[in-house]
């Protein structure tokens, strides 16, 4: 019987062909920060993983990173073995289908099969239902449906095969496997055994890496005797294998076992990295990652330098219903100072019933050198401690106690308040007698230093309570005017020092009143807005008698954000009086071609100077302040602009801020520039002048390079500087940097710092940043 062109499905097609593909199904669970390894000897094998990053530098000096969260298998998931229904079919398509008299199907010419997500493309099939086996001739294209998307599916192509009725076990010759869309093996043969869990392929190539007809070399290889790929625990054991690279050997093993590409986290070696530097010479460090059930792992990153120095480096992450904690630290023995270094830092969050936030933080190290020494973190000051929080629309609770560690060399740690306690609490509400907004905020605070002597071993405790209330009105011709008002209380607890009681009570109000008269004008398609701004203020003035120590308010700023504030001082202990006005000015254009202008001028003029910011410099001190002028500007290309002056009178600049940055595609640039007169900041001994840049643009295909500087004018040298490269292409990732710190001190010492890492793809599942493009190389046909 001839059939040309013909679709068979259940019938007589089905009940004589009876294919039955088992399904791998895996159970698949989100991962958050994935580790993947690299072992020789049995054990899994090199893949991409992320480096830890320096925690980001807070205002305080400290550093607080963000917790990963890491909820994942301890193992991968085994293959979910799906019996056959009854009625299962397969669908065959094919120009020509012969049925012989024994049970004997065969078809030929574009045959094509599917059944349950697989696909079978072939030139002739002959299935004999007696013998439950399929003689397949080629070329071969056999599709296996991954346990997760398409893009894990397991491609065999292959010259001729015989297979079982199942299309699970058999032999093919001439066989190329694909892992993933990823990793690829070419072989002399494959055989299948165990339903497809095990495929065995003998005298193989394996590589990640483009390889083309017209240069069959690809970057790297792995070549082999023979290489078993597990379906059920996802790992590939290679017999003797040898690693080559542009053809050439470089290393061989007796074993080796890496996971497939569709593994997230797996025990074993991570990638390692080279790094040298001038303090502690080359070196190496491995890590080894240990998934510990399904929601904790441990890293152990052993690093060794040529003489200097022996390192052991932990990580412990674990993840629970209600949060995550994360524990780092190190152990080291080296000749830059004497003794046994290291540092232990830990973090934890946990969400509690009612959206409580509770976060705990652990911050210690043995010299502040040591965290530079090894690339921890740039932080001169550590805090450990406990924060409770809670945010909702018209409330407010927050609470923070801990313990602050000074590593800055003009910082004695006994004179330094290292204990500090704050609670707040605050409401908004809308009262319906008299309108407007109020709110109600009581707050505490109590810092503590070691030392017991007077006035440097200063002990404070405050209490404050806060009512204030605003309310808009929109008056003819479309002025905006506000009415504010505040009531603050303090009660001081006043220890170790004899210059002032030892309890302090105060109230302080305050009233303003505000106008603003917005002017809005369109020419052609853009629009240009004006806005004069009218706020009187007034406080009383603080006799003597009220002052309390200022341990708070020591740092002022002016800008715009500040400018119409009822008090700019930034803390409690020192407040804002007299009567003043501030006055302002603010023009926007939005242009219809892509582009935005803003400008903001103002000043304060007072009554009588405040003696609040005498020792604050000129910036707010006297019956006028300086004048401040800021400027933004942004346009469609990525571009943004800022800047920010304060000048006197005589148009003498005694602050500037300039901020430029620029985001495309290809180039991400962020640079600033800061100047500072050390007579507007309290115990600065010199100016500030001081430019920062950090950019990375694309450079070719595949090709991204990083810069960073940061560059004292007043001192007239560079305090760091940093470049880094990184090639990308489908099949392996090359990053190296070099850095170099200039500053120094009798506890830190210049240090220039290089490294490498080297990630081969197809080992464990990668993680594209989204910043990098891939160079992706392709066949000339």
């Known amino acids: 019987m001839t059939a040309p062109a013909r679709i068979l499905r259940r019938g007589t097609a089905a009940l004589a062909i009876g294919l039955a593909l088992a399904t791998a199904a895996s159970a698949q669970t989100d991962l958050t920060a994935p580790s993947v390894p690299f072992v020789g000897r049995g054990g899994p094998a090199l893949a991409p993983t992320e480096s830890n990053r320096r925690g980001d530098r807070l205002a305080d000096g400290t550093s607080f990173t963000a917790l990963p969260v890491v909820i994942a298998p301890r193992r991968p998931p085994a293959r979910v073995e799906t019996p056959p229904e009854p009625d299962d079919a397969a669908t065959l398509l094919a120009d020509h289908v012969d049925l012989s008299g024994d049970r004997v199907l065969t078809a030929s010419g574009g045959v094509v099969i599917w059944f349950r997500g697989a696909r079978l493309i072939a030139e002739r099939v002959i299935y004999d239902g007696n013998a439950g086996t399929l003689a397949i001739e080629g070329p071969i294209h056999l599709t296996e449906p991954g346990s997760e998307s398409t893009q894990s599916e397991v491609i065999l192509i292959a010259d001729a095969a015989q297979l079982d009725e199942d299309l699970q076990d058999g032999l093919l010759t001439g066989a190329r496997m694909v892992l993933a869309r990823e990793l690829q093996f070419a072989a002399a043969e494959v055989r299948r055994t165990g339903q497809g869990r095990m495929t065995t392929l003998t005298h193989v190539v394996a590589s990640s890496c483009q390889v083309c007809a017209s240069d069959p070399t690809p970057l790297w290889e792995i070549r082999a005797r023979r290489i078993t790929h597990d379906a059920e625990t996802r790992r590939i054991h290679f017999d003797r294998p040898q690693f080559r690279a542009f053809g050439l050997p470089v290393a061989t093993l007796p074993v080796l ?190 810092h503590r230093r070691r030392s017991g002597e007077d006035i440097e071993g200063r002990d404070m405790a405050r209490g404050s309570a806060r009512l204030d209330w605003q309310r808009n009105e929109i008056l003819p011709l479309g002025i905006v005017a506000a009415m504010q008002g505040r009531l603050d209380a303090d009660l001081y607890r006043i220890r170790d020092d004899s210059r002032f009681d030892a309890t302090e009570a105060r109230a302080t109000p305050v009233g303003a009143i505000e106008l603003r008269w917005p002017l809005l004008s369109r020419g052609g398609r853009a629009a240009n807005l004006l806005e004069p701004v009218l706020q009187v203020v007034w406080s009383p003035e603080l006799d003597n008698e009220d002052e309390v120590p200022n341990e708070d308010s020591r740092l002022i700023e002016f800008d715009e954000g500040n400018l119409f504030s009822l008090d700019r001082l930034p803390g409690r202990d020192a407040v804002e009086g007299g009567l003043r006005a501030n006055l302002g000015l603010t023009w926007t254009r939005i242009d219809p071609a892509g582009w935005s202008l803003g400008v903001t001028a103002g000043r304060v003029l007072r009554n009588d100077p405040d003696p609040a910011f005498e020792r604050g410099g000129e910036v707010l001190s006297g019956r006028q302040s300086d004048w401040l002028l800021s400027a933004t500007y942004s346009d469609s290309s990525g571009l943004a602009v800022a800047n920010r002056a304060l000048f006197d009178s005589d148009l003498s600049i005694h602050r500037d801020e300039l901020r430029v940055g620029w985001l495309r595609p290809g180039l991400e640039l962020s640079a600033g520039y800061l100047w500072i007169d050390a007579r507007t900041e309290e115990g600065r001994p010199r100016d500030v002048s001081e430019l920062t840049a950090t950019t990375g643009w694309q450079v070719a295909q595949g090709w991204r390079a990083t810069a960073e500087t940061r560059y004292d004018f007043a001192a007239d040298r560079a305090q760091k500087a940093e470049l880094g490269l990184e090639y990308r292409n489908e099949c392996v990732t090359v990053d190296l940097s070099v850095s170099r710190r200039f500053t120094s001190s009798d506890t830190v010492r210049a240090d220039t710092d290089v490294g490498l890492s080297v990630r081969l793809g197809g080992f464990g599942r990668s993680r594209a940043d989204g910043v990098a493009t891939v160079a992706r190389r392709s066949c000339l046909r």
């Open 257 to 446: 076992s890496a996971p497939d590409p569709t593994v997230e986290r797996m025990t074993g070696f991570l990638a390692p990295r080279f790094r040298t530097t001038s303090g502690l010479g080359f070196g190496v460090m491995l890590p080894y990652f240990i998934t510990l059930g399904d929601s904790a792992d441990l890293t152990l990153t052993p690093y060794v330098s040529a003489s200097r120095t022996a390192t052991l480096g932990l990580r412990y992450r674990q993840a629970f219903v209600n949060g995550a904690a994360e524990i780092n630290g190190a152990i080291s023995d080296d000749d830059l100072a004497s003794g046994t270094r290291g540092y232990l830092f830990a973090n934890a969050a946990f969400r509690l019933p009612r959206d409580y936030l509770l976060g705990l933080q652990l911050q210690t190290a043995s010299d502040r050198a040591y965290l530079l020494d090894y690339d921890i973190t740039d932080a001169d000051r550590l805090w450990s401690g406990v924060t409770l929080d809670r945010v909702a629309r018209d409330r407010l609770v927050t609470a923070r106690v801990g313990r602050y560690e000074a590593l800055r060399d003009e910082e004695d740690n006994a004179a330094f308040p290292d204990l500090v306690a704050d609670a707040l609490w605050e409401r908004r509400f809308r009262p319906a007698l008299i309108g407007g907004e109020g709110g109600v905020q009581l707050s505490v605070h109590a």
